[in-house]
C-alpha cells in the first residue's frame, strides 16, 4: 500500500513563504494519471482543498490561494510540492497531501504536516 509522507511545515511570519513537500513511500505504484494534492484543516473548520494536480495538466486552486500557492508535481510522479508565498494568518493550519485513483479504489491521506504563521 503507496503511504504517503508530508514535510515542510513550519513557523513563518506574515507575508513569508513555505514549500510543503509530499513523497510517496512503501509497496506500490503512483501512476501519472492519479490526481495528487494538498488540503489543510485551519483551526476550528472543516478539512477543505487548498490545490489538485494531474502529471501534465495545470494545477487547480482554492480562490484563497490563488496567485500565492503553486502546486508542482515531481518529475518522477510520486512526489507532490507546494510553494506557499504570502502567507496570512488565515493560512495557518494542518496541511495533508492526498492522492485519489478512483479506478484504483486510492483515496489516500498522509498524517498532515503544521503550518503556523504568526504576525
Known amino acids: 500500500q503507496v503511504q504517503l509522507v508530508e514535510s515542510g511545515g513550519g513557523l513563518v511570519q506574515v507575508g513569508g513563504s513555505l514549500t510543503l513537500s509530499c513523497r510517496s513511500t512503501?509497496?506500490?505504484?503512483?501512476?501519472?494519471?492519479?490526481?495528487m494534492g494538498w488540503y489543510r484543516q485551519r483551526p476550528g473548520k472543516q478539512r477543505e482543498l487548498v490545490a489538485t494536480?494531474?502529471?501534465?495538466?495545470?494545477?487547480t486552486y482554492a480562490d484563497s490561494v490563488k496567485g500565492r500557492f503553486t502546486i508542482v508535481r515531481g518529475d518522477n510522479v510520486d512526489s507532490v510540492y507546494l510553494r506557499m508565498n504570502s502567507l496570512t494568518q488565515e493560512d495557518t493550519g494542518v496541511y495533508y497531501c492526498?492522492?485519489?485513483?478512483?479506478?484504483?479504489?486510492?483515496?489516500?491521506w498522509g498524517r498532515g504536516t503544521q503550518v503556523t504563521v504568526s504576525s
Open positions: 512503501g509497496p506500490g505504484s503512483v501512476f501519472s494519471t492519479d490526481r
Open positions: 492526498n492522492l485519489w485513483s478512483p479506478g484504483r479504489g486510492l483515496d489516500l
Open positions: 494536480i494531474t502529471y501534465g495538466v495545470d494545477g
